[in-house]
């Protein structure tokens, strides 16, 4: 396994507000000269490996928001397809109610925000400086795309968060978005439109897949293959179905389904050959009980794990095919024989067995983070090309999925609608766990629907939001507000 390194004296620097010092600055600026930092290509590869440790480190100084792998939860317990068991002990009651991001100063509604934001803040660095610095031009093209990769890809999540969803039928999306900061600054920013933060998304992806090719020693970075995958994530949010149809089939091209046995490993495992990007975890950037596996495992040795087991929506888990592989990531009447708990850990029906840690119980939160698999690619490729009509491509990619997952399976031979609805359930099963429900709801401006399953009502509290309702906005952290004139709110 890779360790991705951080020389203190240079991560100090990295840590850059994107808007505001007294908001977005967690460490200090001076603590070393920008120009020593980014004098040579070495040194600027040090520089990303620092923004990729800040996608993993804890925010606002809570065990339970440790960075992206802490959104991807989260995002899913904002839908109706995952959720804690009960109420004994979890860390995302508040998202999962939908009380968090609706408040301006919660800790779930401010740490993306801080999250995105610093990672912006810490691409921007090295984008104004990596042109001029000692090294080969290829160093200097790898470390920018990757730095314009990840720029992209956070502007990615925080618009839609806190911006209205993308609707291609209204061009130009005049919506307020969030702040567009491109260049390292501390001076606030006013919002920018919807449609300006994706054009810009667009251009920083087109110039990194210039610049970036697939070659790379570490699935930690981000690569043209990477690119594609964001390139495709980005084309589907904007119902551009021709580009995220042919950007997937790219991304996915050098990559494997895994097999049914791999898909039994517990989804722990960078090396993984489905798998494209993530956080290889190491023993020396260990969260402990303030990482991924610490809360969506089933057998880590936590409280959070032992009395608070996550589910699956019953009304979907009871679709899956029992020759489908994926049946056995969940559980539907565990007992002692065909579950894995930790000691003393709970059995619940309907429970997760999909992430999964080496022994049992797992005394270690060592588990590998998948930011990105070739399934989402090929479920991307036939949603898109279901939806441009052309039913063939479509059962054909879904069909390339889904028989490895379950060998009784038959190609499609739906159409339109109910052949989009089709690629829309495995993309829920696929997924679980991955962070995209709550983002799949709001792009395709679907309602939230708990209603008639196993979600347990003292957890969930809110059981349906209308489409289209302010709800789907996360709010503007009121620290910003305090701090940057030139921004407004959402709708309260």
Not at 386 to 410: E, I
Request: glycine residues 6%; aromatic residues 10%; neutral net charge.
């Amino acid at each position: 396994m890779k360790k991705i390194g951080m020389t203190i004296a240079v991560a100090a620097s990295l840590f850059v507000a994107s808007c505001n010092p007294d908001y977005l600055e967690t460490l200090p600026t001076g603590s070393v000269d920008a120009n020593a930092a980014y004098a040579t290509t070495k040194n600027a590869a040090a520089a990303v490996n620092g923004i990729y440790r800040a996608m993993i480190v804890r925010y606002l100084d809570s065990q339970a928001h440790f960075g992206h792998p802490a959104m991807m939860i989260i995002l899913d317990v904002m839908g109706e397809d995952l959720m804690p068991a009960n109420t004994s002990n979890t860390g995302h009651f508040a998202e999962a109610r939908w009380q968090a991001h609706r408040s301006e100063t919660s800790t779930g509604g401010q740490m993306p925000y801080q999250l995105y934001y610093r990672l912006i803040g810490n691409a921007n660095l090295i984008i104004a400086n990596i042109d001029n610095a000692t090294g080969t031009q290829a160093e200097r093209n790898q470390v920018k795309g990757e730095a314009l990769g990840i720029r992209a890809f956070s502007y990615f999540n925080l618009v839609q968060l806190y911006g209205k969803r993308y609707n291609a039928a209204a061009k130009p999306n005049s919506q307020l978005g969030v702040p567009l900061i491109l260049t390292p600054t501390t001076t606030g920013q006013p919002r920018a439109t919807v449609e300006d933060i994706y054009t810009q998304i667009n251009q920083d992806l087109t110039q990194a897949a210039t610049l970036l090719t697939s070659t790379r020693s570490y699935k930690s970075h981000v690569n043209l293959d990477v690119v594609r995958g964001f390139q495709a994530r980005v084309a589907l949010v904007q119902q551009n179905w021709t580009d995220a149809a042919k950007y997937a089939a790219q991304a996915r091209a050098s990559y494997s389904p895994m097999t049914t046995a791999q898909y039994q490993d517990g989804f722990s495992d960078i090396t993984n050959p489905e798998w494209m990007w993530g956080f290889d975890h190491v023993e020396d950037q260990t969260e402990y009980f303030g990482a991924y596996h610490s809360y969506i495992s089933c057998n880590f040795n936590s409280t959070n794990i032992r009395v608070t087991p996550k589910v699956i929506n019953s009304k979907l888990y009871d679709q899956i095919p029992t020759t489908d592989i994926r049946s056995k990531m969940w559980v539907k009447a565990p007992t002692s024989a065909n579950s894995v708990v930790p000691t003393g850990g709970v059995r619940v029906a309907y429970m997760n067995q999909k992430f999964r840690l080496p022994g049992t119980p797992s005394t270690s939160t060592m588990g590998d983070v998948p930011y990105m698999r070739a399934a989402e690619m090929y479920l991307i490729e036939a949603e898109a090309q279901a939806r441009l009509g052309n039913s063939a491509a479509a059962a054909t990619a879904l069909y390339d999925l889904v028989s490895k997952r379950d060998a009784a399976y038959a190609k499609s031979t739906k159409t339109g609608q109910a052949l989009v609805d089709e690629i829309l359930f495995h993309r829920r099963v696929e997924l679980w766990g991955e962070g995209f429900r709550f983002t799949d709801l709001k792009r395709m401006n679907l309602p939230l629907n708990r209603n008639g399953a196993n979600i347990n009502t003292a957890v969930a509290v809110l059981f349906d939001v209308a489409a289209g309702d302010n709800q789907w906005e996360f709010l503007i952290p009121r620290r910003e507000i305090n701090a940057n004139a030139a921004i407004v709110q959402n709708p309260l």
